[in-house]
Structure formats: structure tokens, C-alpha cells
């Protein structure tokens, strides 16, 4: 045993800034809003210990069931919009013969964009009076709509934006993959009589099946935690149908100064990702198998 630290301690040192780093900014911070979830805290007075009267007050709150359920609905319109419209983008994309680089480069573009700013842009495109869309709809002789100011259009109004902000990452990630891909297999099946969408089905989806597996499980994750669009652009609005798990949070924290609340709902939403993680991985593991 001693041989082999000796062996290998300089790789050791090189591995303790690393692992350093992530106790100290990654590990103590979950560790530390575990314990507040347990704790009545306003970081003006000591902390109280209220062991699980933080979960009990949230359960009690009405916007409780209201921002899971709004996350979720946000979370199975992204993964329609934002799981599948990059996939075929990126088959678009690697089917060009010209000017690959300039669309690349223009699907890469809003990546680029600070989020608060992309959140903004699309703002005032949302404006029912001067904003752009309704602008347009107009001038084509249609009436405008109120993407923003209705219940029934918020929440795709704000799935839109997420996904034309988040676009051009996973794009070129499935480009990527499908470069990867040999030419042989695609000649195999055109000569075995297979259209595009057949090869599409039978020859790209399963080559590029761990990326999109991948993807998929990254995307679940983030999408979760949304908290950007329905922080600039709504506010949680109209009638709450934009409020979310993280946007609840936010309020626990930052509005009604009660930190032990919105620990204990951070600490939720970890162990509801957690448990969806380890299923997935055991899910898709079991079917690789």
C-alpha cells in the first residue's frame, strides 16, 4: 500500500486541488443547505433547529403543488421542443454540402447570449403592443396575441425561449455524433431500398443512441431548474401559471427572508433529481444490457 502512494503521489497532488475545490464550492454547499433545511435561519439572528416544520409550512403552501406542477409541464414541453428540434436540425445541418460553417455559427449564436439578455430580447418580441411578433402577425391581416399576459400561452411562450436560447449547444453535440457515424452504413441501407426516414430510424437514431440518451437526461435535469425565463420575463405570472420550483425558492429566500424554507425545497428538488438520475441510469443500463 505504501509502494503504491509512493508511486503515485504526485498524481495524488495533482488530484487534491481538484478535489479541494469541489469540497469547499460544490460538496459543503449541499451539505450546508441540507442542515438549513433544518433550521430556522434569516442570517441575522443564530440559527434555531425546527427539525421538520420547514417541510410542513411547505407543503401547506398552496404554490407548492402549483410550481412542480408547472415544472414538470415546463420540462415535457422542452423535451418536445427542445429534445427533438435540435436532433433534426443537426441531421439538416450534416446533410449540407455548402456553407456549413455560417449556419453553424448562426445556430451557435443565441448560445453566446447572457440569458438575462436573450430573456429580455424576447420580452419586448413578446410586447402585445410594439413587440415584434404581434407586429408581424398584424401586418400578415392576423390578430396578435397575448403571449405573456395569458395563462394559456405563458408557459410555451417561455418553453419557446428556452429553447431557441439552448439551441445551438446540443446541435452541434448531435452534429458531432453524427459525423461519427460511418458512411457504410448509410450506403448498406440506401442499397437495401431504405428512404430517409428508414435510414433516419434505423441507421442515425440507434448510432447516436448514447448521445441522445445522454442529452436526454442532462436536459431533464436542467429543465427542472428553470428559473431565468420565468424570473425576467413573468414574474411567475398571470394567475401563478409560471411559477416554478426554483422561482418558488427564490421567493422563500430573497422575499420573505425565511432561508430555512427555501433550503428545505432546494433539498426536495436535489433528492426528486437524484431519484430520477439513479432510475434513469438503472433504466438505461438495463437496456443496454
Not at 433550521?39 to 440559527?47: A, G, H, K, L, N
Not at 400561452?153 to 419557446?160: A, E, K, N, Q
Amino acid at each position: 500500500m505504501r509502494r503504491r502512494v509512493a508511486e503515485n503521489l504526485a498524481a495524488y497532488g495533482f488530484l487534491s486541488a481538484a478535489l479541494i475545490c469541489f469540497a469547499v464550492f460544490s460538496w459543503y454547499p449541499i451539505a450546508r443547505g441540507a442542515v438549513l433545511g433544518f433550521q430556522q435561519v434569516d442570517f441575522v439572528t443564530d440559527p434555531v433547529w425546527v427539525g421538520w416544520e420547514n417541510f410542513e409550512r411547505l407543503f401547506a403552501d398552496p404554490l407548492f403543488a402549483t410550481a412542480w406542477r408547472n415544472t414538470l409541464l415546463f420540462t415535457a414541453l422542452a423535451l418536445v421542443f427542445g429534445f427533438v428540434v435540435p436532433f433534426l436540425l443537426a441531421v439538416v445541418l450534416n446533410e449540407l454540402r455548402h456553407f456549413k460553417a455560417y449556419f453553424r455559427l448562426v445556430v451557435y449564436l443565441p448560445v453566446m447570449l447572457p440569458p438575462v439578455v436573450a430573456a429580455l430580447i424576447w420580452k419586448w418580441m413578446y410586447d402585445p403592443g410594439p413587440g415584434l411578433l404581434n407586429s408581424a402577425l398584424r401586418g400578415l391581416g392576423l390578430e396578435g396575441a397575448a403571449w405573456l399576459d395569458s395563462a394559456d400561452t405563458s408557459m410555451l411562450s417561455l418553453v419557446i425561449v428556452a429553447t431557441w436560447a439552448n439551441l445551438g449547444t446540443a446541435t452541434l453535440i448531435y452534429l458531432a455524433a453524427l459525423q461519427s457515424i460511418p458512411g457504410d452504413l448509410y450506403e448498406a441501407a440506401e442499397l437495401d431500398g431504405a428512404g430517409v426516414l428508414r435510414r433516419l430510424w434505423h441507421v442515425t437514431v440507434p448510432q447516436t443512441r448514447f448521445v441522445l440518451l445522454v442529452l436526454l437526461l442532462l436536459q431533464i435535469v436542467a429543465t427542472m431548474q428553470v428559473f431565468t425565463e420565468p424570473y425576467v420575463m413573468t414574474g411567475g405570472g398571470p394567475e401563478d401559471s409560471t411559477v416554478t420550483v426554483l422561482l418558488l425558492l427564490y421567493r422563500y429566500a430573497f422575499y420573505y427572508n425565511d432561508f430555512g424554507t427555501a433550503s428545505a425545497l432546494s433539498l426536495l428538488l436535489l433528492l426528486v433529481l437524484g431519484a430520477f438520475t439513479a432510475l434513469y441510469l438503472r433504466v438505461t443500463r438495463k437496456a443496454d444490457a
